[in-house]
């Protein structure tokens, strides 16, 4: 049996203030969340005051990215070890505003992916077509080749120690989420696509939702027999919201 998990993705939000009040409210209201997991995904410079918050707690964290190189002159990157120093159990690879606005590629993000697996980080794989791509009727193509970049480098074995995060491109902070049918098709095809490498993977792999999911939502797509959790946005930013979120995944 698959346990859902509810990650949110800060993006580039916060302060040391900001933080420290929306951790503060989420540590006691999700200690008693049962039968699903949390984490929240925090920029870089935030990872020391998470990881001082939420040791102990109910509530893992993570990056948003990371390097695909273990170390050595690169400017300006974070590796996975690094990741690691902060008690990270997650980094996000891939993520849609990572492929637009930073020119990753499948293949820097399968090497990203490997990176973090190679340190002990669980990598939340995002995948997910753009509008254009959904109207052309090829999301099935296009999240098919996400996944073999990754497959190919990680095989299934490296797959199975991740979590996969579906996210159309079309739904992130437009307040346009895909329907729990839309995403619930999306998601039976990634199981069905990992289910042809290993039945048992695809039976065991968390695959979550992305894109304007919010309290008001959550249960209905969480209710659908593939979406195992989601990975939140905006509505992350609430710890009313937030919380809400992870109970529905309960
Ligand atoms: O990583 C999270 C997604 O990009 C979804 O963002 P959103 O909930 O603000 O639409």
Request: with cysteine; charged share 15%.
């Amino acid at each position: 049996m698959r346990e859902k998990l509810v990650a949110g993705n800060w993006k580039m939000h916060g302060s040391l203030a900001e933080n420290k009040a929306l951790l503060d409210a989420l540590v006691p209201q999700l200690a008693s969340l049962k039968g699903a997991s949390c984490a929240v995904c925090v920029p870089y410079p935030y990872l020391f005051q998470a990881q001082q918050a939420l040791q102990g707690a109910n509530v893992a964290w993570g990056a948003q990215n990371l390097s695909q190189h273990e170390k050595g002159a690169f400017t300006g990157e974070v590796s996975a070890s690094m990741l690691v120093d902060f008690g990270c159990k997650y980094a996000l690879v891939g993520h849609s505003e990572r492929r637009a606005l930073y020119g990753e590629d499948d293949a820097t993000v399968a090497a990203k992916f490997v990176a973090a697996q190679k340190a002990g980080l669980t990598p939340i794989l995002c995948v997910g077509e753009t509008l254009a791509e959904r109207e052309g009727n090829i999301t099935e193509q296009v999240v098919a080749r996400q996944l073999d970049a990754v497959l190919a480098v990680a095989g299934v074995a490296g797959l199975a120690k991740s979590v996969v995060a579906y996210e159309p491109v079309w739904a992130i902070g437009t307040g346009k989420t895909a329907s729990p049918e839309q995403a619930q098709a999306v998601h039976a095809f990634i199981r069905a696509k990992v289910a042809e490498a290993s039945a048992d993977v695809a039976a065991g792999l968390v695959i979550q939702y992305g894109g304007s999911v919010k309290a008001a939502n959550a249960a209905q797509l969480f209710s659908m027999p593939d979406i195992d959790g989601g990975l939140i946005g905006g509505a992350a930013l609430s710890a009313e919201e937030f919380v809400a979120i992870c109970r529905a995944a309960q």
